[in-house]
């Protein structure tokens, strides 16, 4: 190797590590949250994702015959499987977690040929393939009990909980997506279904029927502003995912406010706040430029809001997500920043001597 | 005055404080001084002197050779003791020509022609004198200033633009030159944009200088020169980026800035143009910034052209501690050096020792797409779609994408949070499709040359064939002639 | 509900099927001579290295598909890439050495004079006489060979360009640059 080396001879100091340990901080008082509204059952659900999605990834590194503690040490194996364990209903049994944790990071990371190569969000395939498979146990919502309220399950009845499968009588609820969608069925309108089910400030605390770290809005939207302020992210594309799914919403509510939500059910619901701040900003699957930021966020809100609204699931996020991961190449392709000394398709400006 | 945005860029630590604050004070006069034949942009210079030649100082001992170069001078008075290679400021590490000199201690100078009133000079004259003082841009490019005067005077400049940005980190040298010496580099703007029949006269300062401003003002005023703060960045320095934040316009891509009647200079050559124009004093030394935190006493020097840079490093006392690099130039788009026997040339702006901690590199992992370097890239260039497309050696994809709008100024490789080394790849990506060109036109030229031959030996072998057919008819003709004559006289 | 799906997929076969017939028809690229233009990429010094009768044999078998784009060594990586791009196939480098520029050099002290060299030089870049020393003209040298393989006293060889301060560049970066 040539001993001279080229320049820069400055590095700002970055990493990729740094830059995963972050947004795990911005994550940490929406899951904290999440432990308290669920207690036990929630706690156990995200350890064994986590275990299963470093266990996994060092597995297959090894048959890979790669690297394996740089590729742990990134910290991107744990990320995923931290998102996607908040993603899961909290009371959900203990192998859901670990296929989830285990589909995350081979099948959707390390087959693709490791860390920056997946097309698609690690985290948001293993949901949506968990969605498809088990469709029961994925939709098996609880209402919250809080660590220390007399509902909430102790450190055994956790166990029997994730590792048994024993539901606890009285607990079972639905998310409000998923009622909505049920009483619609039903032939029940908005105005009815909504009683009871949904109250701003509730959705906003985050003390509702949903998946483990998924429903403390404010918390997310905290640790989003987070990581904009610690330039992690940038505000494009979260702002257009909420602008995606709020636009059509008022549209549509101000048409007909009995069978179209308004704006503040959807921003406040499902896993919209997450997927906006920690999910459509991962980098690897999303655009590269800010206006391709915009247009991927505003897209996977669109696409949210109508699988929401007429589409068979109640929550659209996750299908959102991954059908806009695959435009990303093509909105790369399309949206190029313009090169200095060039018009945006790349002639170069014309000589002109006028001062 | 109204300045205009610029995209991309990014604000590495600026460290200039650690040599800012001292006065620009001569080296002593070293016992040997080197002096490159390539210290500027285009054909080395060509020697004039012969091995025990005694020279003055300021004494043209190199003749510039060629359409682009540059003359070069002798730094003091003393006795030529080499001709031949020495050591080079180039990555490859590969020599150059140079000129060994020893000094004699006496610094006599050869007769200079001074000029009283340097304004009543025409523009040609002015032009002349900076090309004869060897001359060539001090900011780093090095390209030889009288060509840039004359090329930007018939393509008809309206604007001339001089360069006190110094964006990168460390370097303070335009800084200083510009708090001790407003008033002759004021003069030497005059004089350039006398050469260049400039209307309009701007000096961009970053305003991370406010003394180097001030004085700047002050020296400037009630003439026609504008001394406009601008925001610090990296690379507000650049050419193409100090054109857009003061005038709004953008040099269209493949061209210069005389396309769009601006042309750039650097303050320190501004300097040097004053030197050689009112006292006939050619281009010999360059105010050198030495700091790093490898370094004792940071500072800014001035330099003969020649010194080994060990010498300055010992002017300085010396390091600290060991240092990780020494790099020529500010750390941006420095040249890391291994030894300390090259010399200062023209270009040398800065010579840092760099500790590993200053530096921040570490190994390179996997691109995760962040896309920080496409934000920080001032042309608007996709580095990671670029490196990718390098890595695979798909050199043409990376064309495509706009390999070669790129300026170099590393600032993708310096957020990059995987530390790929992005600049690396599209400095390699060009030299190689340089190569691939220089290597096409052979084959053009030795194609020509095996087709003339493979034509000339079909013509031997026809030439051949012809005169043995033209023999053998000969022959036939000569055999029928026998047989005849023979028939006849059988007849007979 | 079937019906309809059975017949919108019809029309829709149909309907695909018709533009792909029209731009048959009417995007028709003429057969065009490629191995002609494959020859014009081609070096031209019918040095044989190849191991095909010259370079428009080389370019033939090419054409037919008889030969790899990575069959001409003096032609190095960048005609590799322009073959593979005339040819619409992925050029697979990784055969292809990154070679290092050669050309031919005459060892004085030990050449004859013997004139073989320069008759079989395909680009005239060998210069001499019978009994005198040869002198090898960089510029017309490919590095084709032909001049090593008849010296009978091995004066003449190939010899790496040592790179000069106008034609060294960077090097590539290795896949992880450790610092």
């Given amino acids: 190797m040539n001993p001279i080396a080229h320049s820069p001879h400055a590095h700002a100091t970055v990493s990729i590590s740094k830059i995963m340990l972050t947004v795990m901080l911005a994550l940490t008082p929406a899951t904290l949250f999440g432990f308290w509204l669920y207690g036990w059952p929630a706690i156990n659900l995200w350890v064994i994702s986590l275990l299963s999605a470093i266990i996994g990834e060092a597995f297959v590194l090894r048959l890979q015959n790669r690297a394996i503690r740089p590729a742990l040490l990134d910290g991107s194996g744990i990320l995923t499987a931290w998102l996607l364990a908040i993603s899961l209903p909290p009371f959900a049994p203990w192998w859901i977690a670990i296929l989830g944790s285990l589909f995350a990071v081979i099948i959707g990371k390390q087959i693709f040929g490791g860390l920056g190569q997946n097309v698609f969000n690690p985290a948001m395939a293993a949901r949506v393939m968990l969605l498809i498979s088990f469709p029961l146990e994925m939709t098996a919502w609880v209402t919250p009990a809080p660590l220390g309220s007399a509902s909430a399950p102790g450190l055994l009845e956790s166990l029997r ?16 997506l998923g009622h909505v ?161 060039r018009d945006r398709k790349g002639t170069p400006l014309p000589v002109s001597k006028e001062s | 005055m109204k300045l205009f945005n610029l995209r991309g860029g990014v604000h590495p630590e600026g460290r200039k404080e650690l040599s800012a604050q001292r006065h620009i004070r001569p080296v002593p006069l070293p016992k040997f001084l080197y002096i490159s034949m390539q210290q500027h942009i285009g054909a080395p210079a060509s020697p004039l002197v012969q091995i025990g030649d005694r020279v003055l100082k300021g004494q043209l001992i190199a003749a510039a050779q060629g359409a682009v170069s540059s003359p070069i001078h002798a730094p003091t008075s003393g006795v030529i003791t080499a001709l031949g290679d020495g050591f080079s400021p180039h990555p490859s590490g590969l020599p150059v020509p140079t000129i060994t000199l020893e000094s004699d201690g006496e610094e006599r100078w050869i007769n200079t022609v001074p000029v009283d009133d340097p304004f009543t000079l025409t523009p040609e004259q002015i032009s002349a004198r900076v090309g004869e003082a060897g001359i060539v841009g001090l900011g780093g490019a090095t390209f030889p200033a009288a060509l840039k005067l004359n090329l930007s005077r018939n393509s008809g400049v ?120 009112r006292y006939g004093r050619p281009l010999i030394s360059r105010i050198v910034t030495l700091s790093g935190a490898a370094i004792k006493t940071p500072c800014n020097v001035e330099a003969l052209v020649g010194t080994p840079v060990q010498e300055l490093i010992d002017f300085a006392d010396g390091y ?173 | 509900m079937l019906l309809s799906a059975v017949i919108s997929l019809t029309m829709l076969g149909i309907i695909l099927g018709l533009l792909l017939g029209l731009a048959a028809r009417f995007l028709k690229v003429e057969g065009n001579p490629l191995a002609a233009e494959l ?52 050029a697979d480098l990784s055969g292809v050495k990154e070679s290092v520029p050669m050309l031919a050099e005459v060892k004085e002290e030990i050449c004859i004079g013997c004139t073989r060299c320069f008759k079989v030089c395909p680009t005239d870049a060998i210069m001499g006489a019978a009994q005198q020393i040869h002198v090898v003209f960089r510029e017309a040298c490919t590095a084709c060979g032909k001049c090593e393989a008849v010296c009978p006293t091995e004066s003449i060889k190939l010899q790496p360009v040592p790179p000069t301060l106008q034609s060294w560049y960077w090097h590539k970066p290795s896949a992880a640059e450790a610092i």
């Fill in chain 1, 161 to 176: 909980v994730t590792f048994l499968s024993q539901p606890l009588d009285g607990m079972a609820s639905a998310s409000l």
């Fill in chain 2, 320 to 492: 600290t501690q060991p240092a990780a690099r020494l790099v020529l130039g500010g750390p941006m788009m420095g040249q890391h050096i291994s030894n300390t026997r090259v010399p200062v040339v023209k270009g040398t702006g800065g010579v840092l020792a760099l500790t590993a901690q200053e530096i921040g590199q570490t190994q390179a992992s996997p691109c995760i797409r962040c896309s920080t370097c496409v934000r920080a890239c001032p042309v608007g260039l996709l580095p990671l779609e670029m490196a990718a497309h390098i890595r695979i050696s798909d050199l043409s994809g990376a064309v495509n994408l706009g390999l070669k709008d790129c300026i170099a100024c590393g600032s993708c490789s310096y957020v990059c949070p995987a530390h790929i080394p992005l600049v690396h790849y599209f400095n390699y990506a060009k030299g190689d499709l340089a190569a691939q060109e220089r290597a096409k036109l052979k084959q053009e030229s030795t194609k020509k040359l095996a087709e003339a031959r493979t034509e000339r030996i079909a013509k031997i072998a026809r030439d051949r064939a012809e005169a043995a057919a033209k023999r053998k008819a000969a022959r036939e003709a000569k055999e029928r002639a026998a047989a005849a004559a023979k028939a006849a006289t059988e007849v007979a």
């Fill in chain 1, 181 to 341: 969608k049920t009483e619609f069925t039903r032939g029940v309108g908005l105005d009815q279904a909504l009683i009871g089910y949904f109250t701003p400030m509730d959705a906003l605390w985050g003390s509702r029927a949903g998946s483990l770290g998924e429903t403390a809005a404010l918390f997310l939207l905290a640790g989003g502003l987070f990581l904009i302020a610690r330039r992690i992210i940038t505000w494009h594309a979260p702002v257009a995912m909420l602008l995606g799914v709020a636009l059509p919403a008022l549209l549509f509510n101000a048409l007909d406010a009995n069978h179209y939500a308004d704006p503040l059910v959807h921003l406040l619901s499902g896993g919209l706040m997450l997927a906006a701040f920690f999910i459509i900003t991962d980098p690897v699957t999303s655009p590269n430029t800010a206006l391709g930021q915009f247009i991927f966020g505003l897209g996977c809100g669109l696409l949210t809001w109508i699988i929401r609204t007429w589409g068979g699931y109640p929550e659209g996020v996750a299908f959102a997500v991954l059908l806009m991961n695959s435009a990303t190449p093509l909105i790369d392709q399309y949206i190029k920043p313009r090169i200095y000394g």
């Fill in chain 3, 39 to 90: 020859e014009q990429l081609l070096p031209g010094a019918q040095c044989g290295q190849c191991g095909f009768p010259g370079c428009a044999g080389a370019a033939q078998a090419l054409a037919s598909g008889t030969a790899t784009v990575t069959l001409c060594p003096p032609g190095g990586r960048a005609l590799v890439q322009a073959l593979a791009a005339k040819l619409g196939v992925d």
């Fill in chain 2, 158 to 277: 309206h604007t001339l633009i001089m360069n006190g940005g110094e964006c990168e980190p460390y370097l303070t040298c335009d800084d200083r030159i510009m708090r001790e010496r407003a008033a002759q580099i004021i003069e030497g703007i005059r004089l350039i944009a006398t050469a260049v029949a400039a209307k309009n006269i701007l000096v961009g300062i970053e305003d991370n200088k406010p003394e180097a401003i001030a004085a700047m003002q002050a020296a400037a005023k009630d003439s026609a020169v504008k001394i406009i703060a601008m925001p610090s960045m990296y690379p507000m320095g650049s050419e193409k980026q100090i054109i857009q934040v003061l005038t709004g316009h953008e040099i269209p891509a493949g061209g210069r800035p005389a396309d769009i009647g601006v042309v750039v200079h650097n303050v320190a050559t501004a300097f040097a143009v004053q030197q050689a124009i």
